[in-house]
């Protein structure tokens, strides 16, 4: 199915309440602040209080199943970010969103990966289980996020420390994506009249090769920074100092196909759906220094 053409103005506030799960989060903090900010009533879920301007704040924990009732009082529409670092989240996610059916959801929108396709690892199992929980539903499948060099990722954290950016990727390209594009794509799948019922492939405007990052931010802040390729081998160790070693295998892969060029693509989904272009990288950089 092909979604709709829809504009800023199409989406509707409606009367049931929208559950946004991992509302402290990249995407989560900003689709629930535009929820609220666009008029619709707005649970904001975290295991963390969320301070969500006019959103009502609850407790949630995927791994503690006596958290998910609360959260689900009166929501019609949810928004699922999967737990981090786990490889297998369909085995919590799966029994909360029968729970969420029973509970009156009738519309789940799932954060995905544009590398990880319905059926695949970790996300992509709860992918292929959405359509037959719900009649309404969407998967948004992002590309890599821009604000990775910018925020608390392992990758900015190494700008900022080192100047450099490590990868297995090579000269690989990816279509990095705003996350403020991220989440006004969730908010018209939240929220439209009709839902996609479909997945979203969210890309920017251009695909970059780490090379190309490292460059251009170099140029916008004025600071050095390179690109370090690592094997395959060397990047999964890498980050398998910080995360279990089967999600940083499945990271480091990742980064692989990157490099066979998997992600060297772009996509007109922000576009279509929002009315307005993407942001380019130059552009969030500009933005960031200001």
Do not use: K
Request: glycine share 8%; net charge negative; no cysteine.
């Amino acid at each position: 199915m092909t979604p709709t053409n829809t504009s800023d103005t199409s989406t509707t506030s409606g009367t049931g309440t929208t559950l946004v799960i991992g509302a402290t989060g990249t995407t989560g903090s900003r689709t629930a602040a535009r929820l609220s900010a666009s008029g619709h009533r707005v649970r904001a879920a975290s295991r963390r209080a969320a301070d969500v301007p006019g959103a009502e704040s609850v407790a949630f924990d995927w791994y503690e199943p006596a958290t998910y009732a609360a959260a689900l009082d009166g929501a019609d529409r949810v928004y699922l970010i999967p737990p981090v670092g786990d490889a297998d989240p369909a085995a919590v996610m799966v029994p909360f969103l029968r729970q969420a059916r029973t509970a009156g959801v009738r519309r789940a929108v799932l954060l995905s990966s544009s590398a990880i396709p319905e059926g695949g690892p970790a996300a992509g199992t709860v992918h292929r289980a959405l359509p037959g929980l719900f009649e309404q539903w969407a998967v948004l499948r992002p590309s890599w996020f821009m604000q990775n060099f910018t925020g608390t990722h392992a990758h900015a954290v190494s700008i900022r420390e080192e100047g450099t950016i490590w990868t297995a990727a090579g000269s690989g390209r990816v279509g990095f994506v705003d996350v403020q594009d991220i989440a006004a794509v969730a908010v018209h799948a939240l929220t439209d009249e009709h839902a996609p019922n479909t997945d979203l492939v969210l890309t920017g405007p251009e695909a970059l090769g780490y090379d190309d990052i490292a460059t251009t931010i170099t140029q916008v802040t004025g600071r050095p920074v390179d690109h370090r390729r690592l094997s395959y081998e060397q990047m999964r160790d890498r980050l398998a100092a910080h995360v279990p070693l089967e999600f940083a295998s499945m990271l480091a892969g990742m980064d692989r196909a990157i490099a066979e060029g998997a992600e060297d693509r772009i996509t007109d989904t922000v576009q279509r759906l929002t009315g307005r272009p993407p942001r380019n990288f130059h552009a969030l950089l500009e933005g960031e220094t200001e």
